[in-house]
Nanobody
Framework: QVQLVESGGGLVQPGGSLRLSCAAS????????MSWYRQAPGKQRELVAS???????NYADSVKGRFTISRDNAKNTVYLQMDSLKPEGTAAYFC?????????WGQGTQVTVSS
């Protein structure tokens, strides 16, 4: 069993910042890439950012230069620092972890960007 627990979501004004965290636990011996996805109401879930175990990162074009993904392998935790947030960033944010050929999801944390 693998558990992913996200935290850090909330309400923030446009231009503000939030930091999301996702802690993995359970059978995570072969934990590899970790990612953040988001899903806005009525839209498909989309990749926001990903990071491999060795630290290689990838970002959606819409967040490049504003979001930073990082991870602490000792804590099996991935972070998403979100700066200069825009209203279109309002969505449920989900953590994803790949272990061998399997992918696991967290329960999601809501981010609302509004004045």
């Amino acid at each position: 069993q693998v558990q992913l627990v996200e935290s850090g979501g909330g309400l923030v004004q446009p231009g503000g910042s939030l930091r999301l965290s996702c802690a993995a636990s359970g059978s995570i011996f072969n934990l590899n890439a970790m990612s953040w996805y988001r899903q806005a109401p009525g839209k498909q879930r989309e990749l926001v950012a990903s990071i491999t175990r060795l630290g290689t990162t990838n970002y959606a074009d819409s967040v490049k230069g504003r979001f930073t993904i990082s991870r602490d392998n000792a804590k099996n935790t991935v972070y998403l620092q979100m700066d200069s947030l825009k209203p279109e960033g309002t969505a449920a944010y989900f953590c994803n972890a790949k272990i061998t050929v399997y992918a696991y999801w967290g329960q999601g944390t809501q981010v609302t960007v509004s004045s």
